[in-house]
T-cell receptor, first 111, second 114 residues
Framework: TQLLEQSPQFLSIQEGENLTVYCNSS?????LQWYRQEPGEGPVLLVT?????EVKKLKRLTFQFGDARKDSSLHITAAQPGDTGLYLC???????????FGKGTHLIIQP | DAGVIQSPRHEVTEMGQEVTLRCKPI?????LFWYRQTMMRGLELLIY????????DSGMPEDRFSAKMPNASFSTLKIQPSEPRDSAVYFC????????????FGPGTRLTVT
């Protein structure tokens, strides 16, 4: 059974600061996705990665993926209150029956 | 384009009553997922369908829960009888079946069982 750990569980910072959250798997994954969930809404897909060592950027968000395909990080530059939400990572071992979910990082950006 | 549609958005019911949650996936998607989310347990996959066929229901907590997908555009999750511990937000998500399951989530149904 693949285990997935996200850290930190909770993070509260001031607007304008930088932050990094992590997603670590006990096993190699085929693909990894980061989602953001705002209060009262469903998770929204931010990015998908399948290649070890890959770096993807989405405006102020930078996603890095470990060479060994067992871990990932999400770095936010100059955080804004609109970045507030639950950040979830979901990994797949190669099929929907291999989907594994982290418990997420609850991020609060204070103005 | 319409996203995943769920109804109702909120449901309050008494213990012992039957609850039916509904989901309309994105047109063209052939995989559908039902999730439950609570603060304590996070997001849990209950069941998923490929091409209207249930593939894995190992996440369904017990026999009180059942899910159906009679056609490609509609699915239901039923709880009978409901219990207070079933209180949670239930999400439906759909995707196009493949190696990478990029899921599109609905807005969720917040269920409260008193």
């Amino acid at each position: 059974t693949q285990l997935l750990e996200q850290s930190p569980q909770f993070l509260s910072i001031q607007e304008g600061e930088n932050l990094t959250v992590y997603c670590n798997s006990s096993s190699v994954f085929s693909s990894l996705q980061w989602y953001r969930q705002e209060p009262g809404e469903g998770p929204v897909l931010l990015v998908t990665v399948v290649t070890g060592g890959e770096v993807k950027k989405l405006k102020r968000l930078t996603f890095q993926f470990g060479d060994a395909r067992k871990d990932s990080s999400l770095h936010i530059t100059a955080a804004q209150p609109g970045d507030t939400g639950l950040y979830l990572c979901i990994v797949s071992g190669g099929g929907a029956d291999g989907l594994t979910f982290g418990k997420g990082t609850h991020l609060i950006i204070q103005p | 384009d319409a996203g995943v549609i769920q109804s109702p958005r909120h449901e309050v019911t008494e213990m012992g009553q039957e609850v039916t949650l509904r989901c309309k996936p994105i047109s063209g998607h052939n995989s559908l997922f039902w999730y439950r989310q609570t603060m304590m347990r996070g997001l849990e996959l209950l069941i998923y369908f490929n091409n209207n066929v249930p593939i894995d229901d190992s996440g369904m907590p017990e026999d009180r829960f059942s899910a159906k997908m009679p056609n490609a555009s509609f699915s239901t999750l039923k709880i009978q009888p409901s219990e207070p511990r079933d209180s949670a937000v239930y999400f439906c998500a759909s995707s196009f079946q493949g190696i990478i399951y990029e899921q599109y989530f609905g807005p969720g149904t917040r269920l409260t069982v008193t």
